[in-house]
């Protein structure tokens, strides 16, 4: 009885080890696993950490763009994009506070700029663009000894708010009116024109340059009220996410500029002076009315022709595209923006008083223009300011290009990096509420 007993407890002390050899076992197993899920983890821990610390650290002092040897960072780009789209944010709050809050007002006439808050990616390009630019030209400004100072930013804010530290403003230059000139060589006998006489219903007036509209005179604010306007634009912005160095430094830009503008105009001996031309064309949208026209004009003499057109009262019925007009004193640039390049071919190189063969103008794929004109002058003259201003910004935009050739490198380490911030409100591209009808029924 006292065997049978001993094997129980013998094969009770067998089965309890097989128990803890397996408890210590699967303990051993699940530490290993502890241990595995621990190691993972820590490893895909030391990848975020390593892609955090890769964009936030590391990335934004990668470049973007390497400008002769100069880089523009991810970081300055992105901080210029923000600023960007500030910008325009508040041109459209500003916009709904004039128009009292009615936004399909604001998305008529500022439709572009909304699209621009849309498109962030050809905003991006945009702004990368025109850092591009800025740092060619302070680099270039810098190498002759041009320097922009915080007073002269401070000057500059100033007077863009008609702020001028309590001077009063520079007078603008006053408007000159067009003189009628008299032709360089034999003139021409003058159209007569009365008033009484009534005249064809002309198509949109031809613009071959700047009018010599006054500019308004700058009304001069107090200090006081400086700083209320300009304290009011910092806020805007800030609360947008972009401080007031941002906004200063993009004045300094603009300062290098315009300076750098003047001193390149004097180097490379910009002229304020240019050919002009005054004459008298016709236009016809048929070859068949031309022809007839130059008929008449080889029977008697154009400005007959002419006269008998601008005094000729239109009447839809005769089907009559022909029109008569005068353009006086206008450069090739100026005519060509307006009637193409084989009018002013022509007008630039006939002879005074002689008149043209028919000269067509591809408009569009499905329309040709034809004219018959006269030169009545031609001779140096001075650029208006508008017009100087342009040559200028011509010349500056070819040295940027000159500087840019072969010094221009683009990482695109920008791509996919273009900052949605600061958010347009989608209040502006909601459609609009229709205007309830008042008394309808």
Known sequence: MAKKQETTTTEAQRQSRK???????????????????????GLLLLVFLAAAINELVIAPGRAVAIVNGEEITLHEWQDRVRFERAQRIILLENQLEAFQGNVGVVQQFAGSVINELLQPEVLGQSALNQMIDETVIRQAAEERGIVVTDADVDAEIGQTFN?????????????????????????????VITDVIPTNTPAPTVTVGPTSTPLPTATAVSADAFQEEFGGLVDQFED????????????????????????LSVEDEISDLAEHASFFF???????????????????????????IRSTPFELESGSTAQASEIVWRTEDAVSTSLGAEVTEAI??????????????????????????????REERPLSTSELQTVQLENLAAFIDEQLTGNLTLTEYDLGRVPTAPVLDPLFTAAPTATPVVGGG
């Open 240 to 263: 947008l996410g972009v401080s007031e160095a941002q906004y200063r430094e993009i004045v300094r830009n603009q300062i290098y500029r315009e300076r750098l503008l003047e001193v």
């Open 282 to 308: 016709l236009q016809f949208n048929t070859e068949e009315e031309a022809n007839e026209a130059l008929a008449l004009i080889e029977g008697s003499d154009y400005l007959s022709v002419w006269n008998q």
């Open 19 to 41: 128990e803890v050899l397996l408890a210590r076992k699967q303990a051993q197993q699940t530490r290993q696993i502890r241990l595995g899920v621990a190691v993972v983890g």
């Open 163 to 191: 702020y001028f530290g309590g001077e009063l403003p520079t007078p603008l230059p006053t408007a000159t009116a067009t003189i009628q000139p008299t032709p360089s060589i034999t003139p021409i006998p003058t159209a």
């Open 348 to 377: 630039f190189s006939l002879p005074i008083g002689e008149s043209s063969d028919i000269i067509s103008r591809t408009v569009s794929t499905d329309t040709t223009q034809y004219y018959l004109v006269q030169v009545t002058g």
